[in-house]
Structures are given as C-alpha cells and as structure tokens.
C-alpha cells in the first residue's frame, strides 16, 4: 500500500489533486481510495471513503470545550491523532493500493504539530510520500515563491518522508506557473528577477537562500500539473511511482 499525503498552504488546491489523483488511479484499474483528515471542512469536491469527520467534528468540539474556531481547529487536529488507530482499520479494510490522504487546509496545523508528525509517522503503508502544493498564484513574486520553497524544505524536514513539491492551477495561471517553473530551474534566471525587487543586503540573503534550498534539493524540480485538465499529472504519478517503487518506470 502506496499512502501519499497532500499538503500546501489553505487555497493550494490538496482536495482537488487528492480527487484528481484518485480518479487517475482508479481510471486506470488501480484500487485508489481518498481520506479526508480535516475536520474542518465543510465541502469537498470527492467523497471520501474515510472521513475524520465520521469521528470528530469542529462545530462539537467547539461546544464541548468552549473554544473558537482557531482553538478547536487547533484540538481537532490533536485528537484526529487519537484516532489514528480506527482510521488505519478503516482504511485497511478497503485493501486500497494507492490511498491519498488529504490533509487540513492550514499547513501548521499538521505538519508542525506533534499530531501530525505522530499520524506520519504511525500510518503503516509499504511506502510513504508527501506531496508540497504551491499555488501560483500566490507564488507571484520572487520573494513569495522563496518563503513557499523554504516552507516546503521545512514540511518536508519536519514529517521525514521523500517529499515531491508540486506548482497547482496550471491551467489558470499558464504564465505564472511558466515563470515560475523557470526560477525553480535557473537560479540565474531567478536571481535576474530577484534584483528587480530586491537590492543590497537583502538581495544577498535572498540569493543565499534560494542557493542553499537549491543545494539540499529542495523545491529545486517542481512539478506544475492541473488537477482540472489533469495536464502534468503523467510526469507527476510518474514521479510518485519512482519513489515509492524504487525506480520502476510508470507507463501511462
């Protein structure tokens, strides 16, 4: 069993890739389920086979706490924890290959909390991967795309898992996704759009920076995919398989 986990930043697209991915498996007559671990959610785009919400609910945990919405996403997400036991037999008995764990819509609440390290960590699976969206959108500036290769280094570090960093919304945003798929590649060309808005002491930082994350491998390749046109999603599955299979190759 082959379990990827979608993280990125709130807006980043991980439900639509998480119902596009399923389908791509199940399409192709590969067993795939879906998870949804936020139980904060109110409308998703699939229907989850395993849904935390079935076990906790953020508006009950509000009321049996006295706590608002930041505080009960923030124990919600705990407890999810709690549960990992249940969810595992849940997700067991579906005898999936490929099960895609879409994770909550705010990225600290599970990859920088020990719940989320401890759900990573305990989920059994013959393979574990953690996908790192980027909305281009969002990624506009130099600067911007630096802060969101730096917290894709830092999710990557801190849930320990081989981690594919992959550049969302490529059907809405063909020219960002574009420019920014050239400074992932080039630090040149990065370091050219950089000084344009950026000069001096912090310019150097920026550089050193982007230097450094390029060095340990990190965000250096991203993978632009369209979970809408699934454009990308050949060179992105194709990846996911190499990792998790030790370099098969994936035929499309």
């Known amino acids: ?99 895609i764990v879409d994770t909550p819509g705010q990225t600290e609440l599970f990859a920088f909390r020990e719940s989320g390290e401890f759900i990573v960590r305990e989920m059994k699976a013959d393979s574990k991967l953690l996908l790192f969206l980027v909305d281009p959108l969002l990624a506009n500036t130099p600067s911007n795309f630096l802060s969101l290769a730096l917290l894709s280094a830092s999710v990557g570090l801190r849930l320990s898992v081989p981690k594919i960093t992959v550049l969302t919304k490529r059907d809405i945003a063909r020219d960002g996704v574009k420019r920014i798929a050239e400074w992932s590649r080039d630090t040149k060309v990065f370091e050219g759009a950089l000084s344009g808005t950026k000069d001096g002491e912090q310019y150097s930082l920026y550089s050193e920076l982007f230097r450094a994350i390029r060095r340990l491998s990190f965000g250096a390749d991203l993978y632009p995919v369209s979970s809408t046109t699934l454009e990308g999603m050949i060179a992105l599955v194709g990846e996911m398989t190499r990792i998790a299979r030790g370099g098969e190759e994936f035929t499309d």
């Open 1 to 99: 069993m082959e379990v990827t986990f979608v993280t990125g930043t709130a807006g980043s697209g991980k439900s639509l890739l998480t119902n596009a991915l399923k389908n791509w498996y199940v399409n192709r007559g590969e067993d795939a389920i879906a998870v949804n671990l936020d139980p904060g959610v109110v409308d998703l785009p699939y229907e989850p086979d395993v849904d935390v919400r079935d076990r906790i609910q953020l508006q009950q945990v509000m009321e049996d706490y006295g706590l608002g919405p930041n505080g009960a996403l923030i124990l919600a997400a705990d407890l999810t924890a709690t549960k990992i036991g249940e969810i595992q037999e849940e997700i067991d008995s579906f005898k999936a290959e490929n099960v």
